[in-house]
Nanobody, 122 residues
Framework: QVQLVESGGGSVQSGGSLRLSCAASAFTARTMGWFRQAPGKEREGVAADNTVNQPQYADSVKGRFTISRDSKNTLYLQMDRLKPEDTAMYYC???????????????????WGQGTQVTVSS
């Protein structure tokens, strides 16, 4: 059974850092991404990687967040210079194929984790 398990969320003050992890089991994901959803808002793409092209980032996080993955198919999101507006539930998403477009679009992904909460206080 395919599972994506996120970890690393928490509470931090503005300007701080957090590192999220997403462990994928039971399959090899070629395209993976991070999404977030704040209360009352739509789920939005934050960062994505397809192992072929340069990672994609939402404009709101460019220069502050870095997506990466290791040889064990674990996905990471290093979040620096966090802002209160980064507060949200963060979700890992994955699909087996290499996707070349719409990497920050929810519809691209098949598998989703349960989410990890990130709270940034001012």
């Amino acid at each position: 059974q395919v599972q994506l398990v996120e970890s690393g969320g928490g509470s931090v003050q503005s300007g701080g850092s957090l590192r999220l992890s997403c462990a994928a089991s039971a399959f090899t994901a070629r395209t993976m991404g991070w999404f977030r959803q704040a209360p009352g808002k739509e789920r939005e793409g934050v960062a994505a990687d397809n192992t072929v092209n340069q990672p994609q980032y939402a404009d709101s996080v460019k220069g502050r967040f870095t997506i990466s993955r290791d040889s064990k198919n674990t996905l990471y999101l290093q979040m620096d210079r966090l802002k209160p507006e980064d507060t949200a539930m963060y979700y890992c998403a994955a699909v087996a194929d290499i996707m070349y477009g719409y990497l920050l679009n929810r519809a691209t992904y098949v598998y989703w984790g349960q989410g990890t909460q990130v709270t940034v206080s001012s």
